[in-house]
């Protein structure tokens, strides 16, 4: 029983002084409700230094008529302190658990009015309108829900997010640094991205292995005028290795396959769909053609990583004018969640 419970990241036992650490407001009632635990594949670190809870509310700048949409909740320690500055908290919670110990507490607070508990995974649940997001999200989760906030369809002012320090320097990297990759450009495509502050793991209960950061996502007011699927389908072939000569990684067999499949099937006017006759001297077409936008454009040489955002639009734009296509347009099923954790398979410089 006890490795059992070495097994999970924390566990809040029963006594009053405990419930009050992790509520961080002192308002633990202490009436024998049960121990939570708190488990480190969901990502479940409350956040309980009001001090910092302040700052993140201030931060945002919420207005008294906005609808604020928190991820990951928890017990509430954040949920509280937005309930007092906004209209409206829709809490998207996917741990009955929380949800019960965040609807207790709100309820004491005679605040219940204002709250929308959405009982389920971000990952697949569909937000409502709101304005801005204030969160701390889940690690697991980090990557797919920022590029689904920053791609989504619900317009919003603002994300303030407290994330893995690693993770957020990812999106604030420019190129040629070392955490500059796939995510780092395409939340660049449509965002800009503030650090706040650096956020110690002993501000969190039961403590994570590494220390966070807060940062702010704003999503820009223009945008270029592009095919979002197939860009980041092209950011996908591109940082997959991320550190080699864009010469290297296009020629690939394998990859120079797939992109000949691809444009084939999304070049309507192709002469020889399904001739295997004519498949080999297409594909060396194919191959030279690609090889030809590379230099041309003067990309042969060059690396992903090092590429700023102007670079890689004016690439994509060359792909596509030589008719050379990254994802199949037809499929209204390709999704692209944006898992990042393939990217950067092999980092190795040549």
Same mark, same amino acid.
């Given at each position: 029983?006890?490795?059992?419970?070495?097994?999970?990241?924390?566990?809040?036992?029963?006594?009053?002084?405990?419930?009050?650490?992790?509520?961080?407001?002192?308002?633990?009632?202490?009436?024998?409700?049960?121990?939570?635990?708190?488990?480190?594949?969901?990502?479940?670190?409350?956040?309980?230094?009001?001090? *910092?809870?302040?700052? *993140?509310?201030?931060?945002?700048?919420?207005?008294?008529?906005?609808?604020?949409?928190?991820?990951?909740?928890?017990?509430?320690?954040?949920?509280?302190?937005?309930?007092?500055?906004?209209?409206?908290?829709?809490?998207?919670?996917?741990?009955?658990?929380?949800?019960?110990?965040?609807?207790?507490?709100?309820?004491?607070?005679?605040?219940?009015?204002?709250?929308?508990?959405?009982?389920?995974?971000?990952?697949?649940?569909?937000?409502?309108?709101?304005?801005?997001?204030?969160?701390?999200?889940?690690?697991?989760?980090?990557?797919?829900?920022?590029?689904?906030?920053?791609?989504?369809?619900?317009?919003?002012?603002?994300?303030?997010?407290?994330?893995?320090?690693?993770?957020?320097?990812?999106?604030? $990297?420019?190129?040629?640094?070392?955490?500059?990759?796939?995510?780092?450009?395409?939340?660049?495509?449509?965002?800009?991205?503030?650090?706040?502050?650096?956020?110690?793991?002993?501000?969190?209960?039961?403590?994570?292995?590494?220390?966070?950061?807060?940062?702010? *996502?704003?999503?820009?007011?223009?945008?270029?005028?592009?095919?979002?699927?197939?860009?980041?389908?092209?950011?996908?072939?591109?940082?997959?290795?991320?550190?080699?000569?864009?010469?290297?990684?296009?020629?690939?067999?394998?990859?120079?396959?797939?992109?000949?499949?691809?444009?084939?099937?999304?070049?309507?006017?192709?002469?020889?769909?399904?001739?295997? $006759?004519?498949?080999?001297?297409?594909?060396?077409?194919?191959?030279?053609?690609?090889?030809?936008?590379?230099?041309?454009?003067?990309?042969?040489?060059?690396?992903?990583?090092?590429?700023?955002?102007?670079?890689?639009?004016?690439?994509?734009?060359?792909?596509?004018?030589?008719?050379?296509?990254?994802?199949?347009?037809?499929?209204?099923?390709?999704?692209?969640?944006?898992?990042?954790?393939?990217?950067?398979?092999?980092?190795?410089?040549?």
């Amino acid at each position: 029983m006890l490795g059992a419970t070495r097994r999970v990241v924390g566990i809040i036992p029963r006594r009053v002084r405990s419930v009050r650490q992790v509520h961080g407001d002192g308002d633990g009632d202490g009436d024998g409700e049960e121990a939570l635990r708190f488990y480190k594949s969901r990502g479940q670190h409350i956040l309980i230094n009001p001090r *910092i809870l302040d700052t *993140i509310v201030r931060k945002s700048a919420i207005n008294p008529t906005d609808t604020v949409l928190e991820i990951g909740p928890g017990t509430g320690n954040l949920t509280l302190k937005l309930l007092e500055a906004a209209r409206k908290v829709v809490a998207v919670e996917i741990d009955p658990r929380m949800v019960q110990v965040l609807e207790k507490r709100v309820l004491q607070r005679g605040l219940q009015g204002k709250l929308r508990v959405m009982k389920g995974d971000a990952m697949r649940t569909q937000f409502p309108r709101f304005d801005i997001v204030v969160a701390n999200i889940p690690y697991g989760i980090s990557s797919p829900l920022v590029i689904k906030l920053v791609y989504g369809a619900t317009p919003f002012r603002s994300a303030t997010l407290l994330l893995q320090k690693e993770f957020a320097r990812r999106l604030l $990297a420019r190129p040629g640094d070392s955490g500059f990759n796939r995510l780092s450009v395409n939340v660049k495509l449509l965002a800009d991205v503030e650090l706040v502050m650096d956020v110690s793991k002993r501000d969190f209960l039961p403590s994570p292995k590494v220390d966070s950061s807060v940062v702010i *996502i704003r999503p820009k007011g223009q945008v270029p005028n592009l095919d979002l699927h197939q860009w980041r389908a092209f950011t996908r072939t591109c940082f997959t290795h991320r550190s080699k000569t864009l010469g290297a990684s296009f020629k690939q067999k394998g990859k120079l396959f797939d992109l000949f499949k691809i444009s084939n099937e999304n070049d309507d006017s192709s002469p020889h769909k399904g001739d295997d $006759a004519q498949d080999i001297g297409r594909f060396t077409s194919f191959k030279e053609k690609i090889l030809r936008v590379l230099r041309t454009g003067g990309f042969e040489d060059k690396r992903p990583f090092k590429l700023s955002l102007e670079e890689l639009l004016h690439l994509h734009s060359l792909f596509n004018q030589a008719g050379i296509y990254f994802d199949h347009r037809r499929d209204p099923k390709c999704d692209d969640r944006f898992d990042d954790e393939g990217d950067d398979e092999d980092d190795k410089e040549e």
